[in-house]
């Protein structure tokens, strides 16, 4: 690529509205850092984007909502994909690689409530409230230290969900603070879920810029987006989660801290039904962040994650 003001760069987006306003930041970002490019939006719809009447975990299948985005890449019909980075796996194609990691919104869960419920935490929600979640991770934890509700999967677009929420259909929905706070909703989180009750999903309110390999102009550009000490808390989760092989649709949280050179991974493993996880924590330099991970994963599998995640997979498998 040649950086002259007649060159263009393409970039990759889902067509939601979250994931459009997502991107038209990183597109603005990389305008202002280099004026004399043009960089254009090109819009594409994803597996998980058209399967909206099936619960993510039913579908069973990696990369929903970032395959056709990585398919454009590699047959360079755009130059570099936007991803909420917790959908994109942690095993990429081959040819591609995770080039950038932004700085981190708030990564924690929310609880979202029906307007006739603003005097309840979710603690004190009355017996049987009906709360939307389309994530295990979130189910298994809520399950857990909340048996008195009930959980029902809910889909679609962050609209769509609210719009469910306010007709009735739900009391409460487990949203990413994240996420509303993007599309400037941040007014709509009732209450943010600590980690002691909700650990979040790797990579969580982080944006991950996937590119080619093989193409380090457009590696450079992508790199002035890079926010360090997000980076390093993301690459040790993904590992963890990478070294569990586990998907985006498996009971699996974790939560990061950074303080100067140190950083501290939490983990946890669940099982559906939220009755048994396992749960702990490393503490090492942030230069071996995924070595972390790594090790997390290593001291989870020995404490009993290997036959939860056995028996979550056989369930999904018989499609319960």
């Known amino acids: 690529m040649v950086a002259s003001p007649s060159s263009t760069v393409r970039i990759g987006s889902r067509k939601s509205q979250l994931a459009l306003v ?28 058209k399967i909206l009447d099936v619960a993510l975990a039913k579908i069973g299948d990696k990369g929903l909502f ?6 454009g890449i590699l047959q360079g019909d755009i130059d570099f994909a936007v991803h909420s980075l917790k959908d994109l796996p942690t095993h990429l194609p081959t040819g591609l690689l995770l080039g950038c990691i932004t700085e981190r919104e708030n990564p924690a869960d929310a ?5 006739n419920l603003l005097d309840h935490q979710i603690d004190t929600l009355p017996h049987g409230s009906v709360i939307g979640t389309s994530s295990l991770r979130r189910l298994a934890q809520l399950r857990h230290h909340y048996p008195h509700l ?20 739900y009391d409460g929905l487990i949203l ?5 706070q993007r599309l400037g909703m941040g007014d709509r989180v009732h ?30 550009l992508i790199k002035t987006l890079e926010h360090q000490p997000t980076a390093w808390r993301c690459h040790s ?11 985006c649709q498996v009971p699996i949280g974790v939560d990061s801290i950074v303080d100067g050179e140190a950083l501290t991974l939490t983990g946890l493993v669940a099982s559906l039904d939220g009755q048994r996880f396992v749960k702990d924590s490393l503490s090492g330099s942030v230069h ?29 498998q018989r499609g319960s």
């Open 150 to 169: 009930t959980f029902k999967d809910v889909r679609g677009n962050l609209n769509t969900r609210l719009q469910k929420l306010d007709g009735g259909e």
């Open 176 to 180: 990413a603070v994240a996420g509303l």
């Open 22 to 49: 997502q991107t038209h930041w990183v597109q603005g970002e990389l305008q202002q850092n280099f004026p004399d490019l043009k960089f254009d939006v090109q819009t594409m719809s994803t597996q998980g984007d």
């Open 111 to 115: 609880l979202v409530v029906h307007g």
């Open 288 to 316: 071996d962040a995924e070595l972390i991970g790594k090790n997390l994963a290593h001291q989870l599998r020995n404490q009993g994650a290997d036959r939860i995640l056995d028996e979550i997979f056989q369930t999904i």
């Open 237 to 247: 989760e993904r590992s963890f989660l990478r070294e569990l092989e586990g998907g």
């Open 66 to 71: 970032t395959k056709e985005l990585e398919l």
């Open 191 to 220: 209450q943010v879920l600590p980690p002691e009750v909700s650990l979040h999903a790797v990579g969580q309110g982080a944006l991950g810029i996937e590119c080619r390999a093989s193409d380090p102009e457009i590696l450079q």
